[in-house]
């Protein structure tokens, strides 16, 4: 789960993180108040669920609360499209305004588990204020790492070695290491999956503050902590998604224009896969799971149709726990319903296959079946294709 | 055949779900020697009249000799259900149960890391052995037969596909060992690749990663130095977009390594076959064993 | 540190362990009320940091609410002497006023660090109300123990089958791991030495209780836990280990006449042990510790001299960092400032031997002075023998 | 000679508070090898224009080649300043500081668990070799002379005393070693009596123990099994009462085993001298020497 920046900084300033003075705004003249709160220039952040907010004008500088209150009032409401939103970009509902600082030195510090190493690990960076990517790409020998673990936690000792690392002054060194043991102790009390302050920076006046920071945490664990649920904010994402994750289903929207839907997250990707292979754009990630429900089935078939770019449909199943005939019943009573006119491939195999079979024959529905995979895969291109060509004919 | 065989003696944890009552039927049926069940509270009643239950691992194990546990319990009580195996000298455990925290399973990790027992899982199909008519697990028993391909996954489905592909291809396997999706597996590919290059019965292996992590690579620089035995190999998440998780926790492109191409280059550099097209990985295989009689 | 018994069940019910209704009295009418709210019959029990109050009268019950002030008064105020606090027993200033339970069955449970296994370790036995030494004693098979570490806790099937071992009914085991758990989490959130319910006890009306709690701290980690500092109770210390302890030096009485005042501790528990050998009664245990100044050392002498008991007074010191002559010195001015008439052995060793010999030479004080340590463990005693015998002359 | 000789190469940690200063030129003056010191921030400075001070304890290695280190930093710094010590490769850690907290220790102790390091202490006066002219830890120098004999101790001023005892009966000493009062020591007799069995220059071993825990019985039970060297013991604390802490957070009576009688007679009754007058204890190792040769 993703929370926003303002929510990221309250959380690590209860863990002894010092952060800029600020504070949220969903209105414009609260925005405009908390700049004459806060005296002097102020800096406005579009709070969406997004990275590189800067390049598209979502950070501004206000050099009054008049201006502050001004910008505010331009971002809010609009939405904001970045190189991580997709084209659809995410609302801005709320902005954080927040005093400027004159910054020294940026430092990227972020938190996560190295699978690989099975332990978590600090990562610390000088080359701070773009992304870990960038600096990875860039100058990955100003990356320096640290792993810890759980019994004696991150040892000082490793801080300083980071802090030195980063060629932060002597006395920024014991407040480093501090911000460092306040983002372990929030990472391991909250389950967190990343904890990152992007910068951190030293200003002017001496203070060492997290200038920007993104958390996001473990889904697992979220059953145990109610109060980062209550942080959750739905509008930053795909409504399709939050409505798969509220009926038990995977969904993740991709873009392309064959949808499919499918039970297990391996066969889901392998699915995408060939249909990339073959030459097509796969539309979503849908994985039903193992012990789907009809109704589970026939709430992801909807799902996966209220996407407007797909045009065409592949039900791939391996029928195990789930039933072959419990999916081929959904797509009938789904398609029966909503009188989709997109064309369906079915392709399944495993347990009740004929019953499933029956089912669909049946039903006397246009639903084309497929024993192979590739050619499943195929011809659900094709009609894709062939679908999208004729709705350009027809708009021409 | 590795880890589980016709000696195998498994113990069921959490039988007296509906879900492990299930699965548990389906074991017995397939032909695997379920002596004992294990559910707080419940020890003294019989499951379903056939498999004594009782209040902990170390009493199940002492009565029923008991040497390999298949856990089904909930989440919050799983890390707790692996090490109380783990404790009682249980050395093969496959854990069926999904969505348990990262933090908790880096403590199940340590906690295991000075001990004998092998973890498969968890959020994982489980382990089956056909010619030990052994299964240990979730995944549907008709497709399998014996055999002398081994294969080795991070995903439950795509496996059942494979394992089809397989048996249609008159290929029968040795074992077949679900790794699971999550983040931190029990068990590692290569951790199954040594066992599977040492076992005399298993002639090829199949290999099926994904996107996430760098367990492929771990696995690919095994077999650069260790594996005389080919090796089929199929990565899923291609067509997948960074910083999505697609369905598997484990499942997510975080940096370059945890891309498909680049566990594509380094399995193929490292001397396996890697299938592009999912649909042919039972032909391939048959293919390369073919070549090598 | 030691904490009463209230306070003790205060803190194991924020850890979510259910203790008995009922509430700390300091005064008479308090305990009447309290008995009135409770409005049952209740127990008073005097808070001493002791066991076996029982046997002595230090805990009662009261059928009304008049009868629990009368008890109330006869304890407070008075001292309790139990087989665990010496002759000179200890004041009650408080009592704990609680409803008087059923009990069914009486459990132990303990929870402190097995040395020998480098682990905390929980303890249970199904022969609780007694002491655990007894219960060793008398029924070793009755006791059970898991050890547990510091990663994953205590794992929820270890306290299972030590709440199976003690043969509770299938109800009673969610509970008593509960009880366990939350007793796990003070532990190791507080730095305990000790967390000890005896008895845990099932009561008719199916609830789970602990009737009597004791906790113990860990000396070294109290300046990280200041609201377990708060909970310290000094007069139910002796006033001389108090003033020990404000020095920065360890005495503890023991009860003999032979005082000795030592560097090291054990070269003090050698000290004591070489006057028992020779036939003497060492009476305390004085440790100043390596680096005492002047100050500590002539402080500590004091503290010696404030015990009525000492007849005679053994100084044995190896000077390593803590010079002779600093312990010379001291000697010289408590002695000339107190006018104290015991008589003095001093036994020295090691750095500035001479300059110590000089100095105690010039001071024409009646010091003994005595090179080898049995020699001088004889004197001390003989001279606290001769001097025991002439007061009980002039007695006479 | 066990742990530190000639070749020993010592970093201080901590070497630029007070205690630590007094102390790291009394080694010097012993002819120790102070090589570097750490201490965080300092990093640049020199030592009393002798010994480099260090940020870190890697750099301090990688830069001075030290590969023992003797740590004076205050209690809730130090079990970080030894862990430091341990991940940087340094073999033989002395830890002065007390008041360490148990649980802290106990941490310490897992983290260990799997590394190489020897931690002498924490809460000890450290580790001496006089035939190596190697001191490091807090014990007054002029008492020892190289010799014959090994010492390891509970206590501090205790060992001094039995030192003495020995070199004005002509018994110098191999090494002796401090293991700490506190009740979760770093080193065990054990781990130190398996030292002075296999060195060939140690011809009889001084033991002194004292009440609470059992660490002396597990020396019995070691010297029972594998010691041919002549072993004298003294246990401190015949005269204790029970529950009362004796200085020591280890030195507390707690239930039988850790009364010194029960200690006294296990280590007789694996064949150690026990010497029940402590100021006999130079004479009696004397006489057992002379007795064997």
Redesign the interface.
Known sequence: MKIHEYQAKELLSRYDVPVPRGSVAKTAREAGETADQISQRVVIKAQVHSGGRGKVGGIRIAETPAEAEQIARELLGTKLVTH?TGPEGLTINAVLVEEAVQAEKELYLGML?N??A???MVIASEAGGMEI?EI?TRNPAKILRQHF????GL???KA??LA?GVNLP?EN??PVTQVMAGMYRLF?EK?C?LVEINPLVTTTDGRLLALDAKINF????LS?HQDIVQLHDSSQEDPLEVEAGNTGV?Y?K?GGNVGCL?????????T??????VGGE?AN?L?VG??ASEEQVAQALKILLADPNVKAAWINV????LRCDVVARAVVRVLEESKASVPFIVRM???NLQEAMRVLEESELNITFEA???SAAEKAVAMAKLRLSKANDTSQ | MILVNEDTRVLVQGITGR?AS?HTRKCLEYGTKVVAGVTPGKGSISWEKEVPVFNSVAEAKKETGANASLIFVP?PFAVDAILESADAGIKVVACITE??????E??C??YLSNQETRLIGPNCPGIISPPGKCKMG???SY?HRPGNVGVV?????????AV?QLTEQSLGQTTCVGLG?D??PGTSFVDILKLFQADPETKAVVL?G??G???EQ?AADFIQKHMTKPVVA?I??????S?????????IIS??ASK?LNKITSLAAAGATVV?????IGLVTKKILSSRI
Do not use: C, W
């Open positions: 991580q588990i699978t690989s099975y332990a978590p990517e990875t673990e759980l019994v004696a040892l000082p000792y300083r070695t030195y002597t060194i014991r391991t389950d999956s473990d889904d697992n664990a145990h995977n993740v991709i499918v039970n297990g997250a391996g066969l889901a990707m392998a995408m896969d060939m249909i990339k292979m796969p990630f994985d193992g012990g391996f029928g195990g726990i195999n495993g347990t192979d995979l590739v | 879900e299930f989440a969505f348990i925290p990262a933090l908790d880096l403590k990790h340590y979730i995944m549907p497709i996954s991070r995903s439950g489905t795509l496996t059942y596909e089809t999706g983040p931190l099926i994904e996107i992590g760098t367990y771990e199929y899923a998440g291609s067509s997948a977009p910083g999505k998780r697609m369905g598997h926790a484990g499942a940096g370059n498909a592009e097209n999912f649909g042919q």
